[in-house]
């Protein structure tokens, strides 16, 4: 007989593994990457002037929207977590509200055989101007969503009393806005997972 194990069970438990790592300032970061996510590497400083203060250059990435996938949007340990338990990734336009983001990818992980709305796991990712960050933000309030304001971007997120799932802080579905860049996950916390291209 054959035991599966719940992934929302499972997405639960590396959620709160991340959480405890990087609370205790051990995140797992690959070699040569800085332990701040919202940090870049700077070129090396070149000769200056006695007195002088050398001005570092930062360099950030550059994102080709088509680079990002399902499989590479979250970590390979959940990948496998979820493939392990039969679920597949099912892509689909990056939608918030009216809007529609033509270079975003909005992925739903779920056994589309079997599963039923709190059973699946969205995670998306998308480019996004300001124009359409104000005007999408104001649409979600004027709905009831509920924003807030976090050192990384603008959270909203959906009445909690209309969510098909929360997690463990009571947050539904949640869109999180940085600077031209919006993510969404199903919970508040999913967001954590997401591997925010050009981070």
Known sequence: M?????????????????VAFAAAGCAPTPSGTPADPGAQPSAPAGPTEPGSTPTPTVTVPAV?????????LIGADLVEE??????TPREDPFIIGDLELADGTSCTWGDFEQATGDDLLLFGWSPITADEASSVQAALESEGW?????????????DPS??????EDGYGMTYL???GWVTVSDT???LILIERPGA
């Open 2 to 18: 054959t035991v599966r194990r719940s992934p929302r069970l499972a997405l639960t438990t590396l959620l709160t593994l991340t």
């Open 64 to 72: 080709d929207p088509a680079d990002v996938t399902c499989e590479n």
């Open 82 to 87: 979820l493939t392990d338990q039969g679920w």
């Open 146 to 158: 509920l924003r807030e304001e976090g050192t990384e971007g603008v959270y909203l997120t959906e």
């Open 162 to 167: 209309q969510a098909i799932a929360v997690d």
């Open 177 to 179: 806005f940085g600077d």
């Open 188 to 190: 508040k916390q999913g």
